[in-house]
């Protein structure tokens, strides 16, 4: 991996009136090892993170990915991000991106065990090349996430909803779409309610109208998705979110993953049934999200 930047953070009260951080931050290279053995992020992936899409140097909806690392950390109970001080973190680490696509990663972890405070850092470094399941799309499969859409508000301390770091699930779900011929995974509860893939979020287009599965606790609000819908309400076009159940979902006229690196991928095939893929409305639909926004 070609870093580009490494930034560690003092992390600041959330209420902290400064209004310059820069005394907070230490540039780190990001080829040594910065973090203690004892990090709880390692240990135990207790923490939280972002990460966030940069376009020539302009990192894309930084706002809403600053509102959600404050809800994850709600939800994780990690003392609450000085959001400001996150926001000029993006700022420094987004002028050593350059030209082309980068991603931000912002990582609040709980801290080194026993230790007096959390770890925070960023990183900025080069995006992966999607334009080939941006232009081809992605084979996708339905796989039980385990539970029923009720556990959100019956079992809060599974944190559905955070964006947390213990993302090894999510990675072994991708590996099993692979093993059955796919090339990504939508999860399902097992009361058949559509969720969300293990890196993106879902839309789908049922003539006129732009669905999305609500996200109500069990799913992370896509700071893409959101994105798109603004895109799609501004030309007019009805947006929705609401349950979509499992056989809906062969039945969509198109779909896409959206996130905020990959950006939107036309799904192609669900469980082996062929969707339309929608190569012009993609394009333009990419075309936006590739613009600089804020
Ligand atoms: N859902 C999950 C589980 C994700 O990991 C991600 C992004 O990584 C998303 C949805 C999409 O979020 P965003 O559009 O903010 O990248």
Redesign the pocket.
């Known amino acids: 991996m070609a870093w580009r930047f490494a930034l560690m953070i003092d992390p600041a009260a959330s209420d902290d009136p400064r209004t310059d951080y820069a005394s907070t931050f230490s540039t780190v290279d990001p080829t040594a090892p910065a973090l203690s053995v004892g990090e709880l992020s390692t240990q135990r992936g207790d923490g939280i993170f972002e990460?966030v899409g940069v376009i020539d140097g302009h990192a894309q909806e930084v706002q809403a990915?600053l509102d959600?690392l404050v809800h994850s950390a709600e939800i994780c109970d990690l003392p609450v991000p000085q959001v400001e001080q996150w926001r000029q973190a993006v700022a420094l680490a987004a002028e050593h991106c350059g030209p082309g696509e980068s991603v931000i990663k912002l990582i609040l972890s709980r801290g080194v065990e026993h230790g007096p405070a959390p770890t925070a850092w960023v990183t900025a470094a080069p995006a992966a090349d999607f334009s080939k399941p941006r232009a081809a799309g992605v084979r996708v499969v339905t796989l039980d996430r385990g539970y029923a859409s009720d556990v959100p508000a019956r079992a809060p301390w599974l944190l559905l909803g955070a964006?947390t770091l213990s993302y090894a699930v999510?990675m072994a779900a991708i590996r099993e779409a692979k093993r059955r011929g796919a090339d990504d995974a939508i999860f399902v509860s097992s009361d058949g309610v559509v969720l969300?893939?293990?890196?993106?979020?879902i839309i789908l287009r049922f003539g006129d109208s732009f669905v999305t599965p609500a996200p109500t606790g069990g799913?992370?609000q896509?700071?893409?998705?959101l994105s798109a819908f603004a895109w799609l309400e501004e030309q007019g076009l009805h947006t929705e979110y609401r349950d979509v159940h499992t056989p809906e979902l062969s039945r969509a006229d198109a779909a896409w993953l959206?996130?905020?690196v990959r950006l939107a991928a036309p799904i192609s095939e669900i469980d082996g049934t062929p969707l339309p893929v929608d190569s012009e409305f993609t394009g333009r639909l990419n075309a936006y999200l590739l613009s600089p926004r804020d």
């Open positions: 990460s990915h959600r964006k999510n969300e893939a293990p890196t993106a979020s799913i992370l896509g700071t893409t998705q959206v996130s905020s």
